[in-house]
């Protein structure tokens, strides 16, 4: 626990002239778990990846076992012994356990073979040293993901990796998962294998780890010994400033519009309530993973749950399909702009009616003016800037495709409108007309689910928040009770 | 367009035959039938599919349609052949939009399938067609122009206005371009899919028709290879295999560009074999130079 494996003075990276890690140090000994904890763009993965080689600090210094080193590519960080372990797993599905441990090093025989004796050996040797209960010649990709995990971290020991950097790897797993790769830390840790151990999860910091480094905007607001401190002290460091406060309207709701009542979808989301008014908008928050894309998918037709009910308008209801959801006034718009939502060499004025080509027919043919006439209307009122409605959509900038992408959903004339992610990848100012619509959109009676992982939006749209947790409903807040601070606590603690 | 012109010109250089109206109608009849198939692949190829079957389709409603023929009407004949057509690209239709079967392996099995319908309806030998009106329809002229290329004219235009002026023709290029997305935006993605499929082996049966009449005789070997001509028509004719962006016009300049090719071949007298080469080369160059302008 003394030898220091890993050691940053002062590092400091820009982007484009925005600094996004300053002045930061970090230390990891061996036999240690270090957790990095911050909000979305706090800078926990730019400090990652400038540990793991990926980008090059600007300014600070980075020891490796107390010798100065810098590293020009992850090749050399691992050749160092510094090993991440991403959240999307880089194994070849179809090969073994063994096989993937041995990936690019296999040992050969005198006739030039791979000596899959010699390989087998090592492989049980390794898992069982570790402790790891899986089956060396199964295919990886018939394993759990959680094995998958342990077949990575298994595979970086192999490498002789000195120090281990976790990216959220809970996130993933369930919470039988999560106590598995907890034991095989604390294994790691008797090795004197370094650990640095990301996670959203604030309960999981205090279960496994002994040290913990607090990021905000890019600088670090806090480190400890965690067993001198408490979740307070975390959340008081990772929110930091104070909040400005909330733009409220005040509105009349009308009558329930949406009412959703024990809704579930097996190994997803479970037991999920909640009721939306019209002029309302409600705020789904919560983890990543929580839960509350597939709710809202399952409100849009778009997957069926296995249970509960769905309410429109007092009626109750089954989406069967987004074509269904959509005769009843619901529209969504996607958070994956790219794989949901684009249609990427269509036009601008494709893109837009897609969504309801039956409004746009005259004698059962497709009438481009009443198509150029509604693009028109839409693209002053969300002022999207292209130059003009048969280019490309790919051709235009993150903010102005999602306005597009509004425009089609708002093209079924919906009464409830569920955005997810509505301003990820927008720039600052698509991002304020964004959040005009919306006010505008709920004046006018429109019943509004958002989704956000960004503190600063639901708090400042959202009417209601119901932050979910694992699949569940945490809590529900009202705009008063809502902060960052019990917005957080609700989402990422325990009881 | 620009490749077709300078082609024309360039015929018209090394032959003075080419550019005579008789030669031309030779043309545009001897693409007929690729021309069709290619149209119908258009269709499919536009949803990010692709039908290796309408080759086979269209032998198989060759031999129906000589079959009937020895013993009934036209009138009994026509509608059943297209309608055995339609039916094989509702099991392609049915196999890759509802059983989720990749469409080159799914049509890969009709290729192979419907082929040998046709060689068991025959019992391998082939059915000669004795039916007059039915020979005027492969053969005959109306308006002075030959009925083939009448048929192709037709099925163009039709073809034109539903991709371009339908919602099932813009669901069409939204499909290609992005299925998740299509069915998202409540696009019934399963349904048109199965039609595009329907629309190809309809429209194979109606080149089978063409190629019945022209030669009078039900074969079971009619159409072999046909399915990679058409491919190469849309493909010269700008449709990306990847879905989503061209058009049946394209297709049809795509049709033209070979046949023109091919015909100045002919009349200069070029070895078929090295034509062979001509054709090969021209595809690769031609989707070459399309892939270059549609990046930048």
């Known amino acids: ?495 | 367009m620009a490749a077709l012109i300078i082609l024309v010109i360039a015929a018209s250089f090394l032959s003075d035959r080419f550019l005579t109206p008789a030669n031309l109608l030779n043309i545009l009849r001897q693409v007929a039938i690729v021309g069709i198939l290619a149209i119908g692949m258009t269709f499919v190829i536009l949803t990010r599919g692709i039908d290796l079957s309408v080759g086979s389709i269209l032998g198989l409603s060759v031999v129906i349609y000589a079959g009937l023929l020895e013993t009934h009407s036209m009138a009994i004949a026509i509608p059943l052949g297209l309608l055995v057509a339609m039916a094989a690209g509702l099991v392609n239709g049915l196999g890759v939009a509802s059983a989720g079967i990749p469409p080159f392996i799914m049509t890969l099995g009709m290729l192979s399938f419907a082929r040998g319908l046709a060689f068991l309806y025959t019992g391998g030998t082939p059915i000669p067609i004795l039916n007059e009106a039915f020979y005027d329809l492969g053969n005959d002229y109306l308006f002075g122009i030959p009925i083939p290329s009448l048929i192709l004219l037709a099925i163009l235009a039709v073809s034109a206005i539903i991709l371009s002026l339908t919602a099932f023709g813009r669901s069409v290029y939204a499909i290609g371009s992005n299925e998740e997305a299509a069915r998202l935006s409540g696009v019934p993605v399963r349904l048109y899919k199965i039609i595009v499929y329907v629309i190809a082996g309809g429209v194979s049966g109606l080149a089978g028709l063409v190629y019945a009449s022209q030669l009078s005789i039900g074969t079971p070997i009619a159409g072999q290879g046909y399915e990679l001509d058409a491919i190469a028509a849309v493909v010269v004719g700008g449709t990306s295999l990847f879905g989503g962006k061209g058009s049946v016009g394209g297709t049809f300049l795509g049709t033209l560009i070979i046949g023109v090719l091919a015909n100045i071949l002919n009349l200069t007298g070029v070895d078929p074999y090295v034509q062979q080469l001509f054709k090969g080369a021209l595809i690769v160059v031609a989707v070459y130079f399309m892939s270059r302008s549609g990046r930048s």
Request: glycine share 8%.
């Open chain 1, 1 to 495: 626990m003394d030898k220091i494996l890993l050691e940053a003075v002062a590092l400091t990276k820009a982007f484009d002239g925005n600094v996004v890690l300053s002045g930061v140090d970090f230390t990891v000994h061996a036999g240690e778990v270090h957790a990095v904890v911050g909000e979305n763009g706090a800078g926990k993965s730019t400090l990652i990846k400038t540990l793991a080689g990926v980008h090059r600090p600007d300014r600070g210094k980075l020891l490796i076992e107390g010798v100065e080193t810098t590293l020009r590519s992850p090749r050399d960080a691992i050749a160092e012994g510094v090993v991440v372990i991403h959240q999307e797993l880089s194994l070849a599905p179809h090969l073994s356990a063994e096989e993937n441990i041995f990936l690019g090093h296999f040992p050969h025989t005198r006739w030039g073979l791979v000596d899959r004796r010699r390989i087998r050996e090592h492989t049980r040797e390794l898992l069982k040293r570790l402790m790891i209960d899986i089956d060396p010649v199964r295919p990886v990709g018939e394993l759990s993901i959680a094995q998958q995990q342990m077949v990575e971290i298994a595979k970086a020991i192999s490498f002789q990796a000195k120090v281990l950097i976790l990216d959220e790897p809970t996130a993933v797993l369930d919470e039988s998962m999560v106590s598995t790769l907890f034991d095989l830390v604390a294994k790691l840790k008797t090795e004197g294998i370094g650990i640095v151990f990301i996670s959203h999860h604030l309960e999981e910091i205090f279960r496994i780890a002994d040290t913990v480094t607090v990021l905000r905007d890019g600088s670090r607001t806090g480190v400890s010994k965690v067993s001198a401190i408490d979740q307070d002290w975390l959340v008081a460091r990772m929110i930091g400033r104070e909040f400005p406060i909330h733009d409220v309207q005040v509105r009349e709701f009308g009558s329930p519009a949406l009412e959703v009542s024990h809704l579930g979808l097996r190994g997803t989301f479970d037991d999920v309530s909640f009721i939306a008014r019209q002029g309302e908008i409600v705020g789904l928050a919560g983890l990543i993973g929580a839960g509350r894309t597939e709710v809202a998918k399952a409100v849009a037709g778009i997957i069926r749950p296995t249970s509960g009910t769905i309410k429109v308008f007092g009626k109750a209801v089954r989406l069967r399909s987004p074509n269904t959801a959509a005769r009843f006034g619901i529209s969504y718009v996607s958070e994956d702009r790219k794989t949901l939502g684009l249609l990427p060499n269509r036009s601008v004025l494709e893109n837009a009616t897609i969504s309801n080509l039956a409004r746009f027919r005259k004698l059962g043919f497709l009438n481009r003016s009443l198509e150029r006439r509604y693009v028109k209307g839409a693209v002053k009122r969300l002022d999207v800037r292209m130059s003009g409605p048969d280019a490309e959509i790919r051709t235009l900038s993150g903010g102005n495709q999602q306005k597009v992408l509004i425009a089609r959903a708002l093209a079924v004339e919906p009464r409830i409108l569920i955005f997810d992610e509505p301003t990820r990848g927008v720039d600052i100012g698509a991002k304020s007309e964004i959040y005009s619509l919306i006010n505008e959109l709920v004046r006018s009676g429109m019943c509004v689910i958002l989704i956000s992982s960004e503190m600063e939006e639901i708090l400042r749209l959202a009417d209601r928040i119901v932050v979910l947790r694992r699949g569940k409903v945490a809590v529900t807040l009202s705009r008063d009770e809502a902060s960052e601070n019990t917005i957080m606590r609700a989402a990422a603690l325990a009881e």
